[in-house]
């Protein structure tokens, strides 16, 4: 007994050192609500991490870009372009949308990956990326829905509408579930594609706590950059696809 | 989930030792029929085993199973309304510092360069034109100059001619004066010759007559 409760101790130990707390949160109340402490610290820290680079970089701009100014310049670059190909010519005052989605998305995804996030103990829970929420997802596929809608409504008025029925109106009921089939795709495959990342690492590095995990790491950092890019390019694609005109 | 992978393989690992103990008098049954003691011994063990884990899975993670419960994946609450607000007051911020600064910046250097390159090639097409007019300017010069001489040679031929027909006055004056001269000179002799004549003539008829 003692000698199986020693050892089942120790196995503890090790698994409290590498293990991963999948839905457990840290609870903070809020006038009577809870919310998940964990994701609100690291989005700080993500917009913390935006803001201060873009303002470091591009406070001062120069004719001949210095090397964050130039960085900054390719990523405007190519969200104007990613943009411009899913919306086209009328993409400008959706850029700051598209852009803050693809940005948000992709620190907090690699800043789950990068940062030394359980240097920091929490009493209960532990900081992951934001994305590793479901409430930061369905957010973020929520508003892109709100955008789009409002894409639509600003371009033709209440004659948005009328794509309901659009090729024939047999398709109305399909056509009212993609509005709901849209933000749920959106938020769950981005929410699930982190989750399940971070768990294969986790757990990888809790079997093999060497060199096998590392080609699992950089897979994550490369799929991590990929949802970013694609929730941000199907974001602009729907309100693209909701400002174009029917023939 | 890893809790859950935790709490399935932990109880899994630790009774190991004893779960050949209960699988081996199964397999040993048929060849020591006669030996209830060990069966009974095993029996025991195998019990002593299941308390083990049945403990341990109650003892060892002691929170364990209040966790599992509480573990919610899809736990939504107030963290999404303050997410969305975080996200639209981020996209505000960035906006005012990053895209729209930064994207006129660009714009505008664009359209410097675009019209740099395009002053470049209007100055070419001023630069033939300089050319051209340098090129009549030369022709201009060279009529000019072309004309200067020709002039200049027509007056010196002129004042050649004229300092010549000058010299062939002169040259004639004097001759006629010299012709005058000889002239007088021939009268003046014939004039002497003559007065000669006639003393000549009366020293003649003087002589004649004096016969």
Redesign the interface.
């Known amino acids: 007994m003692n000698v199986l409760l020693c050892s089942i101790n120790t196995l503890k130990g090790l698994y409290d050192i590498s293990g991963v707390e999948v839905g457990q949160h840290l609870y903070w109340k809020i006038g009577g609500f809870q919310v998940h402490a964990q994701v609100l610290i690291t989005s700080w820290v993500v917009i913390a991490i935006l803001l201060g680079s873009s303002i470091i970089a591009v406070r001062n701009p120069q004719t001949i870009p210095t090397d964050g100014q130039n960085f900054f310049e390719y990523v405007l670059e190519f969200i104007r372009d990613v943009s411009r190909t899913q919306i086209g010519e009328e993409y400008g005052p959706w850029v700051p949308f598209i852009g803050t989605m693809f940005l948000f998305i992709f620190v907090s995804n690699w800043s789950g990956a990068l940062l030394p996030w359980k240097i920091i103990q929490l009493p209960h829970g532990e900081l992951a990326a934001p994305t590793n929420d479901i409430n930061t997802t369905v957010a973020l596929a929520l508003l892109t829905s709100v955008a789009y809608f409002y894409a639509g409504l600003t371009k033709k008025g209440l004659g948005y509408f009328g794509k309901y029925i659009q090729p024939t109106p047999i398709l109305l009921p399909i056509n009212i579930l993609e509005d709901f089939t849209k933000p749920l795709s959106l938020s769950f495959r981005l929410f699930g594609n982190i989750l399940a990342d971070e768990l294969v690492v986790v757990v990888l590095v809790s079997l093999v706590p060497l060199v096998v995990p590392i080609p699992v790491m950089f897979l994550g950092l490369f799929t991590s950059g990929i949802q970013a890019l694609i929730f941000a390019t199907l974001a602009a694609a729907y309100i693209g696809e909701s400002m174009e005109g029917h023939h | 989930?890893?809790?859950m992978?935790?709490a399935s393989s932990?109880p899994l690992?630790?009774?190991s030792?004893s779960s050949p103990a209960t699988s081996r008098p199964r397999i040993s049954l048929p060849k020591f029929p006669k030996l209830p003691n060990t069966q009974l011994l095993s029996l025991k063990s195998l019990s002593l085993a299941a308390t083990?884990a049945a403990?341990?899975l109650t003892?060892?993670?002691p929170s364990l199973a209040e966790?599992i419960e509480?573990?919610?994946?899809?736990?939504?609450?107030?963290?999404?309304?303050?997410?969305?607000v975080?996200?639209?007051i981020?996209?505000?911020?960035?906006?005012k510092?990053?895209?729209?600064?930064?994207?006129k910046?660009?714009d505008d250097?664009d359209a410097a360069i675009k019209e740099k390159l395009s002053g470049v090639k209007d100055t070419s097409g001023e630069v033939k034109q300089l050319e051209e007019q340098a090129a009549a300017v030369m022709r201009a010069a060279r009529a000019e100059i072309s004309a200067a001489l020709n002039k200049m040679k027509k007056e010196t031929q002129v004042e050649v001619e004229k300092k010549l027909a000058e010299g062939r006055k002169k040259v004639d004056a004097e001759r006629q004066e010299a012709l005058a001269q000889l002239e007088k000179q021939k009268e003046d002799t014939i004039k002497a010759l003559d007065s000669q004549i006639d003393a000549l003539s009366q020293d003649i008829v003087k002589k004649v007559l004096s016969l």
């Open positions: 989930m890893a809790n992978i935790m932990k690992s630790p009774p030792l083990a403990t341990s003892l060892a993670p966790e509480k573990a919610a994946l899809f736990d939504f609450n107030l963290t999404l309304p303050i997410i969305m975080q996200f639209l981020l996209m505000v911020a960035l906006d510092i990053y895209f729209t600064p930064l994207g910046f660009m250097r």
